[in-house]
């Protein structure tokens, strides 16, 4: 089976005023391939689905599979392919704002791509990390004035809700601007119920990657 990222494309091309890029989560040790119906990757369609929808057509919608599913060590493996899947929407939309999605693992890799393109307007505008994975000494590099927003469930086993508090607020401290939303009684996966998450993602990247003007009132 063939190991190398795959990036996908859904919207109108024609119509994009910014694209947000999904990163799925992982496990911290796997050189196996990912596939369309693993369960990191099924995760995070109805969020690409309920940004979409709120947009209304002016966001483009990327989901990337990454070529192994494991973080592995000091291979950072996800990066790579994260960054490329940046390289390449900059290429096809130019000049387009980027949000990304990233659950688990994948909140641990966009942190870390989120100064992908520096500066320019054309890059990274904001993140949505949710239930992100962040070991103890994980470095995350300046984020400048990038929205982000943290959720976690309080209930989360996997991953630690209190180290992504303590980020948030040190994100806070340094000037930075940090939404954090805590679920109680939610666990990893996001569910019973989903739809909270997924309308707070879409709220947060229409708000973010927007031009205020032009935005509608968010359909449910």
């Known amino acids: 089976m063939s190991r190398a990222p795959r990036l996908s494309f859904t919207g109108d091309d024609?119509?994009?005023?910014?694209?947000?890029?999904?990163?799925?989560?992982?496990?911290?040790?796997?050189?196996?391939?990912?596939r369309?119906?693993?369960?990191?990757?099924?995760?995070?369609?109805p969020f690409g689905r309920s940004v979409v929808r709120a947009g209304g057509g002016r966001i483009v919608l990327a989901k990337l599979r990454y070529a192994v599913r494991g973080w592995n060590g000091e291979q950072e493996s996800p990066l790579s392919d994260a960054r490329w899947a940046l390289d390449r929407i900059a290429e096809r939309f130019d000049h387009l704002p980027v949000g990304l999605v990233g659950h688990s693992m994948g909140g641990r890799v966009a942190?870390?791509?989120a100064?992908?393109?520096?500066?320019?307007?054309?890059?990274?505008?904001?993140?949505?990390?949710?239930?992100?994975?962040?070991?103890?000494?994980?470095?995350?590099?300046?984020?400048?004035?990038r929205a982000l927003l943290f959720?976690?469930?309080?209930?989360?086993?996997i991953t630690d809700p209190g180290k992504t508090v303590e980020?948030?607020?040190?994100l806070t401290a340094d000037?930075?601007?940090?939404e954090l939303v805590k679920y109680a009684g939610a666990r990893h996966a996001m569910l019973f119920p989903a739809r909270p998450w997924h309308d707070m993602v879409a709220r947060f990247m229409v708000r973010t990657l927007l031009a205020p003007a032009q935005v509608g009132p968010y359909q449910t």
């Open 14 to 34: 024609a119509r994009a005023e910014a694209v947000v890029l999904l990163l799925p989560g992982g496990t911290t040790d796997s050189f196996a391939s990912v």
């Open 36 to 45: 369309a119906f693993d369960p990191a990757v099924l995760r995070l369609i």
């Open 111 to 113: 942190l870390r791509v």
């Open 115 to 145: 100064d992908h393109g520096g500066v320019h307007s054309w890059g990274v505008r904001s993140v949505a990390a949710l239930a992100p994975w962040l070991p103890h000494g994980e470095s995350i590099p300046p984020l400048g004035d």
């Open 151 to 157: 959720a976690h469930g309080t209930a989360d086993r």
């Open 167 to 170: 980020l948030a607020a040190k």
């Open 175 to 178: 000037g930075a601007d940090v």
